[in-house]
């Protein structure tokens, strides 16, 4: 029934469960049978004057209760009766479900499995010459591949300043280890990886956080601190950055790195994201190559499981210290690993991967869109978590304790913010295994939260 229209003023709940139960009224009534068709939600929300995002959430608490169905490219169908409701009006516990760690959503289409496992099968041929120690840096197959990855993203360096390393932490463990002693500062921004958090803390090393706005770091604040703190060098994680999901546009790139060839300010630009983006920003490694060490990590835009990261060092002379410093630790990156990833590139896989992994990640944040309440979190359509600024009363360890009493693993601010106070928010993640029934039920939950206060939740712990 495409004229159909609720008459949202008849109840004083919440509109976008209003809506759900007028769906169940009327089909008691009889106004609406099995197999009418709702009008398309945007449409619903232009005749009702609502947001769109309530109707969308309506039709999802009435699919929830069996009164709909949602049928790709079709529409919303009527299914039958309304189901008996339970008395309490809290969600379901959506049971164990860890969005506390910030992977790519994992691949389910059997083909493209087949054909990651045909690409395994093909570098198994060579096993016991993988099994060998290799040069460091990768062979050269090796870094034709990478520079074929990395001319995706504009950069196109001579193969002497490319390096194949053991994944993104040992290659910023040996860059700031050459850059910086105990006791020098690194810059960052306010709220940053952890990871890089713990790297900077293991040598000794002092970390401070710079003011952020919509674009990212401030320049005139990074001018202020390179002459306050004479910084041995700026890390930055410029695209999808974790866990805020801002990216820096080209104008403030450029900003940054000339405040940073003012002072001398070597950049370590950690571009974990930076391939998910069909058309991103230039990285700083194309905007300011002689003053950048580029990190393009796999894990996040192929597979958390594959260790191999692509390093671009600002020089040639650069190269041999840093070759030096992952030779010691590391000896070299897993032949095995990087093979596979050499192979991939080369025969496409890599590229399908990427589209799947765009195409799942922008259907789990439209799921967020249509769940949340409007405006409670940060987000980009592309990225794999949500930062979820809590609304008062809610603390950020109120928060992950309710969401942790059934099941629901989400991550407090603390852990992010390179010093000062936390804010009170949360990331919560959408990707890794989880399905996207099991995020949708845990979004639904979260939802709940958002809306009450941690005292009125707490009879649901």
Not at 50 to 70: C, H, M, N, P
Not at 210 to 236: N, T, V
Not at 277 to 293: E, F, K, Y
């Amino acid at each position: 029934m495409a004229d159909w229209v609720p008459d949202l003023s008849r109840s004083d709940k919440p509109r976008y469960l209003a809506i759900a139960d007028l769906i169940a009224e009327d089909i008691r009534a009889g106004r609406l049978a099995v197999g009418d068709r709702l009008p398309p939600q945007r449409k619903l929300a232009g005749r009702l004057d609502i947001d769109f995002t309530t109707v969308a959430r309506g039709y999802v608490e009435a699919q929830k209760r069996g009164l709909v169905e949602s049928r790709v490219g079709q529409g919303t169908f009527v299914t039958g009766a309304p189901r008996p409701r339970p008395r309490a009006a809290a969600p379901a516990r959506p049971g164990t479900v860890d969005l506390s760690m910030n992977l790519p959503p994992e691949p389910d289409d059997p083909a493209l499995i087949e054909r990651m496992q045909d690409g395994l099968a093909e570098v198994a041929r060579d096993l016991v010459n993988l099994l060998r120690y290799q040069g460091f840096g990768g062979t050269p197959a090796d870094k034709d591949a990478a520079s074929a990855w990395l001319g995706r993203r504009a950069l196109v360096p001579a193969q002497e300043r490319v390096f194949v390393t053991p994944g993104a932490h040992p290659a910023l463990l040996g860059i700031l280890g050459l850059l910086a002693k105990p006791g020098d500062t690194i810059l960052c921004e306010a709220i940053t990886y952890p990871g890089a958090r713990a790297i900077v803390a293991q040598l000794g090393l002092r970390l401070v956080g710079l003011p952020m706005d919509r674009d990212g770091i401030d320049p005139d604040a990074f001018g202020a601190a390179c002459a306050e703190h004479a910084p041995k060098a700026l890390y930055i994680n410029p695209t999808l950055q974790n866990p805020t999901t801002l990216t820096i546009p080209e104008a403030r790139r450029t900003a940054i790195a000339q405040v940073a060839r003012r002072f001398g300010v070597p950049i370590v630009e950690d571009d974990a994201y930076g391939f998910i983006p069909a058309h991103g920003p230039a990285p700083l490694a194309a905007i300011a190559p002689d003053l950048t060490w580029h990190i393009a990590g796999l894990a996040k835009c192929i597979g958390a499981g594959l260790r191999a990261a692509y390093v671009v060092v600002p020089d040639a002379r650069s190269g041999y210290p840093f070759a030096s410093a992952l030779r010691t630790a590391n000896v070299m990156a897993s032949p095995l690993t990087t093979a596979l990833a050499t192979r991939w590139i080369e025969d496409g896989t890599a590229d399908t991967l990427l589209r799947f992994i765009r195409a799942e990640a922008q259907a789990r944040q439209a799921l967020a869109a249509d769940i949340l309440p409007p405006g409670s979190f940060r987000a980009d359509p592309l990225a794999f978590n949500l930062w979820i600024e809590l609304p008062e009363p809610w603390t950020r360890s109120a928060f992950v304790g309710h969401m942790r009493t059934t099941g629901i693993g989400v991550v407090a601010s603390d852990v992010f913010a390179a010093g000062g106070t936390p804010t009170e928010a949360v990331r919560v993640c959408l990707g890794g295994p989880a399905t996207r029934s099991q995020i949708r039920s845990a979004l639904d939950f979260m939802a709940h939260a958002l809306t009450q206060s941690p005292e009125a939740v707490s009879s649901v712990v």
